[in-house]
Every structure is written in C-alpha cells, then in structure tokens.
C-alpha cells in the first residue's frame, strides 16, 4: 500500500481552501498543497513523514507539500464528533514568489521552509488561531484571504513551535509518494502488535536485511527497531490513559514481547514507568 495522491478542490476557484473535519481519516496520502490541521474535539496517532507522535485537543500542525501524513483517531463507539477538527489547503503559487520575496514577508518565507519538516504548535497557539479558521470556513473573497494573514501572524509569532520529522527525514519524492518507505510505514502502522521481524520488514521494502536498514535509518533518521518501539510506545500512552485495561494486557496489546521489555522500553521514552504514566491522569 503507497501514500495515495489526494486531489484538493478548491469549490470557489480559489487558492485557499477551508473545511471543517468529519471523515475518520487513517489515509496514508501526500499532495503538493501546504495544509494546517487543527484538531478541536479528537484525539489519536498523527503520522507526518518519519514522526509518529500522540496528539490530543487543539493539537495544530502546518505541513508543507508532497509529505506522505495521517491521522489515525481513537474512536469511542466506533464514532467521532461531528466537526472535530479543521483544515485548511492552500497553494505556495498562490501566495507568490514576488510577495514572499519583500521584506515584509520574509517570517513567512522563513515558517513555510520550516513546514518542509511539518511543524507542530502549541495548545495556546492553537486556540488563538481557531477564530480565524472558523471565519475562513465562512468567509470568502478579501475576508477570507485577511483571516488567512491571521492565522500566519500567530504562526510566525509562535515561539513553543517544533518540528515534526527528524532532521535526517529525506523524503525521496517520485509520482507514486515515495513508494518503497510508504509500504514500510503502513506496514508497520497495521501491523505494529505484531512480532515484524527484519526479514519481513526489508521483503516489504524489496531489499535485503542490511541494505534495509541502513535505508531505513538514514531516511527516517532512526534505526527500525527504535522507531518500531515509538509507535508501540505511543499506543501504549493513549491506553494508559484513556482505558482502565491492567498494564499487562496493554504491553501484549501492543505488541511488546514481555512486560519487562515493555517497561523498559516506555521508560526510556517517556522517562518514567508506564503505571506512574498512568498515575497522572487519575
């Protein structure tokens, strides 16, 4: 299965597009338009390029053109909420190489470079910004283009901002969204409870077990295995926080071999032990 190119329309001919969220995503799929996701009423697993990260309410991220993404929601009663969340396309031509190259513009040149690694911003960003994309959904015309400037003033003036993919993400762009990595990240997205065995991860990718891997880390910027155990981890943290299922039954869940392994490894990504990861949510 490969990142699939999804077709933006633009209903008003525009080159600024704004929608509220309803679908339930998990669509690995790339396209050349810029897009800004706010999240308002979900939560889950986001997936931009090489970073696989939790995401909760008001979670905002501004990803650049061509970058394979996802959003897997966690769902209560096989539901979402209607309008849980807001999107926004638009094309870098339709801003125009003329007006980001005055002086004046030179801040959001400079935050549209960064979104070549995706960028996520923080919660108080993200609740300045949601008038704005609200209006832009029901605006048109001069109105809507102004609450766009908007949403790039609070952007630019963000200073809790962070990259999402890892410096080293090198993203091997072809017609078809970078095929070979697309296989092996929804490989491991659907399989991840599963024992993945380098052998059967590099037969995904077509290549041999030591070609693989020095593929894999350099494009992802982490070794399989370390990347492998941050999607398990991630899962762990929304079940731990979210269900009352007893720790062991999480680890087996998500595909840990042993309860010591597990604990080890989720210490070592977040630092503490998954029942006191636990304790602070109660």
Same mark, same amino acid.
């Given at each position: 299965m490969v990142a699939e190119l999804e077709k933006i329309l633009y209903d008003d001919g525009g080159g600024f597009r704004a929608a509220y969220i309803n679908d339930t995503g998990g669509l690995w799929h790339f396209h050349p338009e810029y897009e800004l996701v706010l999240n308002i009423k979900s939560n889950g697993t986001r997936i931009v390029?090489?970073?696989?990260?939790?995401f909760d309410q008001y979670d905002m991220v501004l990803i650049a053109g061509n970058i394979p993404h996802c959003w897997n929601y966690y769902r209560q009663n096989n539901?979402?909420?209607?309008?849980h969340g807001i999107v926004v396309n638009f094309k870098l031509e339709s801003l125009g190489e003329s007006l980001l190259s005055q002086h004046e513009m030179h801040s959001i040149k400079d935050l549209l470079g960064e979104a070549e690694r995706g960028i996520v911003f923080s919660i108080e960003d993200s609740r300045k910004?949601?008038?704005?994309? /609200?209006?832009?959904?029901?605006?048109?015309?001069?109105? %809507?283009? *102004?609450?766009?400037f908007n949403i790039l003033k609070i952007l630019c003036a963000s200073d809790k901002r962070a990259y999402l993919c890892s410096e080293n993400y090198k993203l091997a762009f072809d017609e078809r969204?970078?095929?070979?990595?697309?296989? /092996?990240?929804?490989?491991?997205?659907?399989?991840?409870? %599963?024992? *993945?065995?380098?052998?059967?991860?590099?037969?995904?990718?077509?290549?041999?077990p030591f070609a693989f891997s020095r593929y894999f880390k350099k494009n992802c910027g982490a070794g399989f295995i370390e990347y492998l155990n941050r999607v398990r981890t991630n899962k762990a943290c929304y079940l731990l926080?979210?269900?009352?299922?007893p720790v062991h039954d999480i680890a087996i869940e998500c595909g840990f071999a042993s309860i010591s392994n597990f604990n080890k490894q989720?210490?070592?990504?977040?630092g503490i032990s998954p029942r006191d990861f636990r304790a602070q949510f109660k």
């Open positions: 390029g090489d970073s696989v990260e939790l539901t979402l909420p209607d309008n910004a949601e008038k704005f994309l /609200v209006q832009m959904i029901n605006n048109k015309g001069i109105d %809507k283009i *102004i609450d766009f969204g970078n095929k070979r990595m697309s296989d /092996v990240y929804t490989y491991i997205r659907e399989n991840y409870f %599963k024992a *993945i065995p380098l052998e059967k991860i590099a037969k995904i990718a077509k290549m041999s926080r979210e269900t009352e299922y989720f210490r070592k990504a977040e």
